[in-house]
């Protein structure tokens, strides 16, 4: 059974920062593609950063760049979302996923975890 389990959500002030994290298991982590993704009330869900199986490439929603950063460690099967300057605007829930390969076809998803900035 694959679970990706994600933690470190919360509520922030405007400009404070927070690192999510996601856990992976029952799946070779290092074969994955893999994203995070955030739904706010009453809109999509949009994906906001994904990473290569190798940590290689990354790429950035253009509302996030700069701001976020997402990184991997393939030894602890874990993906990691760097969020800095955080804006009202960012308040969603953030979920990964998991996809096979660059086409992005995400295959897993975790439950999210929820982000709010609120002065």
């Known amino acids: 059974q694959v679970l990706l389990v994600e933690s470190g959500g919360g509520v922030v002030q405007p400009g404070g920062s927070l690192r999510l994290s996601c856990v992976a298991s029952g799946l070779t982590f290092s074969g994955y593609h893999m994203g995070w993704f955030r739904q706010a009330p009453g809109k999509d869900r949009d994906l906001v950063a994904d990473i290569t199986w190798s940590g290689s490439t990354k790429s950035y929603v253009d509302s996030v760049k700069g701001r976020f950063t997402i990184s991997r460690d393939n030894s602890k099967n874990t993906v990691y979302l760097q969020m800095n300057s955080l804006r009202p605007e960012d308040t969603a829930v953030y979920s990964c996923?998991?996809?096979?390969?660059?086409?992005?076809?995400?295959?897993?998803w975790g439950q999210g975890t929820q982000v709010t900035v609120s002065s």
């Open positions: 996923a998991a996809a096979p390969d660059i086409r992005k076809l995400w295959r897993y």
